[in-house]
């Protein structure tokens, strides 16, 4: 049996739906992101769970719906273990306390759990396809809604990611992929695709550009943007490379942007959803961010059971896993 529900912080005790999140001043959003860091720190702590990609996506999080409108608009998660923000965005956050348990949230996200689920899925490289097939469908229909895949950099090695890719230029005109780029996945990403995104961040490439590329930059999202970018190396070649790169699957790029700035992300997203043409906006953001054992240890933080608040120490549980037991079967 689930155990009581604790009680939320304010701000995020007051969200049921998206009319209470647009409530909220947008100065006061900061604030909510604490809430939720601070919520999902202490609940997952007994729980267990997938931390430190959850507190990676906060701020993104609360911009995505403060921007589109859940059910309406499809956001779909790749993997979508880092949908916890998601959940408690739309309705679910006195249940957060009871992810992974019996009769509770599930780890990921499910249709039958919530109509805001658009998509279940628990295996990268799937939200690209999916939500083509869903801008496919609305288009069809004749239908107006937006629909928005997000995706770590790990998932653009995945086949079905690159199939996506390959055709959204000629199957919709409305598409918008948002690249979560923290270079890891369970672990430190490899590969040519994860050093090519490496690189966007570190080569001084093209640095005679700089102000050029501070100028567009500060005119998309502004001077907290500009400054964020200059935090980059090589902040011009991370403008021009990857718009060559998906360019040539026909998509308009846009970014790095700072993940964590609310009021960047929430402009951008205002701009781009209207856009007539397929898009992909490109985000930096810091996995585990707001709890220092999970920034010391991503990989051990990337999911976990349960540990203690203090200094994220684990302790093993007393009674085997499942997963133990079947694999003790098999043996």
Known sequence: MNSPSPELPELLGSIHNHADLMQIPEAELPR???EIRSTLIQSLAVTGGHLGPNLGVVELSIALHRVFETPRDKIIFDVSHQAYVHKMLTGRAEQIHTIRQYQGLSGFAKMSESPHDSYGAGHAGTALSA???MCAARDLKGEDYHV????GDAAFTCGTTLEALNIISQTTRRYITILNDNEWAIDKNVGALAKYFNSLQTSETFSWLRDKTASFIEKLGGTQAKEFAFKLEGTTKNLIFPSLLFNKFGLRYFGPLNGHDIPTLIRTLN???DLNEPVILHIVTQ???GYQPALDNP????GLGSYCVHDGETQGTPTPTFSQIFGSTLV
């Open 148 to 151: 928005v895949a997000v995706a």
């Open 299 to 302: 990989t051990k933080f990337h």
């Open 287 to 289: 996995k585990g961010l």
């Open 271 to 273: 701009y781009i959803k």
């Open 131 to 133: 939500a083509l097939g």
């Open 32 to 34: 909510l992101a604490e």
